[in-house]
RNA sequence: GGCCCCGUCGUCUAACGGUUAGGACACCGCUCUUUCAAGGCGGAAAUACGGGUUCGACUCCCGUCGGGGCCGCCA
């Protein structure tokens, strides 16, 4: 089998959404299980609508996401000749024609066309022109587009996935290929840039079926070969429409703003519209290439689940060394760093032995990576809280006060350097024996502030002794205040 | 409206024409536990409907219904 060449060919008039980057994904998976080339192609034929921001967005989205394209990036606005040799070419042969019907014109019969229940389709008015006309015309410099002269007659086409799908060409009428020999239009691009690229197999969205005959046409006027077709599923929003940004639909790049891991991302797209062999779902993307077969996409649309999403990303953010997160991590909010020590906006100094623990007691929480800090935020900011919340159940203040009273007696003798986690907690454990929520709750309650957060020991030991006895004095104090 | 595609738990999906229709997310319960999260165990939950073909249908065929896509001088 030669091996293929496949292209994940985005226009830039917006970010690269969940959508394409699993078109990009199948593309990129496809290519590299058979040994073959990924290309990307930049479809910025509308000179309107395409930015160079989004193009920027788009690669660099693709880049973080790890699927990157083995050739040189190709611009369709980069390669103006060729598509004005082709459009000469289908002229001469009489497969393309000019066409001087004014929008008006056309967008009037349309309406008429469409109000009598038929199917709107060009009448083939400019086709009746003489050489002569159209030449006297081109002189007088009117303006024209460029139609394409279509069969009248029933064609079939095969997706790979779908098997043969029938075509009616009498329904369509002759359609616009090119605004002038110079300002080709994605339907006569595409197929161009697909032939001269030695495209193999064309992997892209199901919207996109009903645009393949039509291009098919185009390889068989120019007597091209045919490149296999795969028209994946679309994914859906919960409305079950098209995914879009109604739904929420965010952008790659959002995603990754608001703390998503590309492992992640990944894992979850592949999942929507393939699978991979027996019952597991956790997979990397070299296993996907190592597995990946064509004849598993399945047709039907997916739904886009966010709670999956999320899930995907817990797993592998806990998959993480604390190291990798740290890199990961903005601390801009909670202090700043000094060498190899971070000091906290409340004051507190800590090394970055104590951070890493900190690190750890936050991803077991977090969802995004944002959260992993925030959800250890008191380490960082003063905090307040109501008394009431020290409180355990129906024990009383009193009896609150005088339990943290006990405790922070034991801590005062406890020595520094055996202030960690295992030996508090052995404590506590003993101090509190069978009533431990009336020693561990005002504790953790006290350090944290919180009515959910890791657990008290392993707080006190990276705030240390000293602080850990302040925060329990305020906590006393507060129980003994009026109010 | 026309044409086309699709139809397994709420969602993503697995199942050479023969399985007690499997897994994952979410949900519920139990467990662990000072709290939250994580973990462990368990539960509820699906072949859209109607006809065929067949000894046997989620699987093949037809119809109905439902959902979606496309009908641009956008891509």
């Not at 959404?17 to 290309?39: D, V, Y």
């Not at 039907?300 to 953010?317: C, H, S, T």
């Amino acid at each position: 089998m030669i091996k293929p060449r496949v292209r994940f060919a985005p226009s830039p008039t917006g970010k690269l959404h969940l959508g394409s980057a699993r078109t990009a994904l199948f593309n990129f998976l496809f290519a590299k299980s058979q040994k073959g080339t990924f290309i990307l192609r930049i479809e910025d034929t509308d000179k309107e609508r395409s930015l160079k921001e989004y193009e920027e967005d788009i690669i660099s989205s693709l880049n973080w996401l790890g699927l990157y394209p083995d050739e040189e990036i190709v611009r369709q606005s980069e390669r103006l000749d060729l598509y004005e040799r082709v459009v000469k070419h289908l002229i001469n042969k009489g497969y393309a024609y000019y066409c001087f019907c004014s929008k008006e014109e056309l967008e009037a019969k349309r309406q008429e066309q469409l109000t009598r229940g038929e199917p709107p389709r060009y009448s083939g008015k400019c086709l009746q022109l003489s050489p002569q006309e159209v030449n006297k015309k081109l002189d007088s410099g009117e303006k024209y587009v460029i139609r394409l002269k279509v069969p009248n007659k029933v064609i079939f086409y095969k997706d790979f996935l779908r098997g043969e799908i029938p075509y009616d060409f009498r329904l369509l009428g002759d359609f616009v290929i090119a605004k002038n020999e110079r300002e080709p239009l994605y339907l006569l691009a595409t197929p161009v840039d697909d032939h001269y690229q030695g495209i193999t197999h064309v992997i892209r969205g199901e919207d996109h079926l009903p645009n393949t005959p039509k291009q098919i046409l185009i390889y068989k006027y120019m007597e091209w070969d045919i490149p296999v077709f795969v028209h994946l599923p679309l994914i859906l929003g919960p409305d079950r429409t098209k995914l879009s940004k109604r739904h929420g639909a965010k952008s790659i790049s959002e995603y990754r703003e608001e703390g998503f891991l590309p492992e992640a991302l990944l894992n979850f797209l592949v999942l929507l519209g393939w699978h991979p062999e027996g019952d597991r779902e956790i997979i990397s993307l070299d296993e996907m290439i190592k597995e990946f077969k064509l004849e598993k996409l399945n047709k039907n649309p997916a739904v886009f689940n966010l709670g999956k999403l999320i899930y995907f990303n817990r797993y592998y953010l806990k998959k993480k060394t604390t190291k990798e997160i740290l890199e990961l991590l903005d601390f801009s909010s909670y202090g700043n760093w000094q060498g190899d020590n971070f000091k906290a906006l409340n004051g507190n100094i800590y090394s970055l032995e104590k951070i890493f623990k900190i690190i750890e007691m936050g991803k077991e929480r977090a969802s995004v990576i944002p959260e992993i800090l925030s959800s250890v935020d008191f380490f960082f900011k003063s905090f307040d809280y109501p008394k009431e919340l020290l409180v355990w159940k129906n024990s009383s203040f009193v009896e609150i006060e005088n339990n943290l009273q006990k405790i922070k007696e034991i801590f005062y003798k406890i020595k520094e350097e055996e202030f960690v986690a295992p030996k508090i907690k052995e404590i506590l454990d003993k101090i509190s024996e069978n009533n431990k929520g009336s020693y561990f709750w005002p504790l953790r309650v006290a350090l944290s502030g919180k009515e959910a957060s890791p657990p008290p020991f392993e707080i006190a030991e990276v705030l240390g002794k000293e602080k850990t006895l302040e925060l329990i004095n305020e906590a006393i104090k507060k129980l003994k205040s009026f109010q």
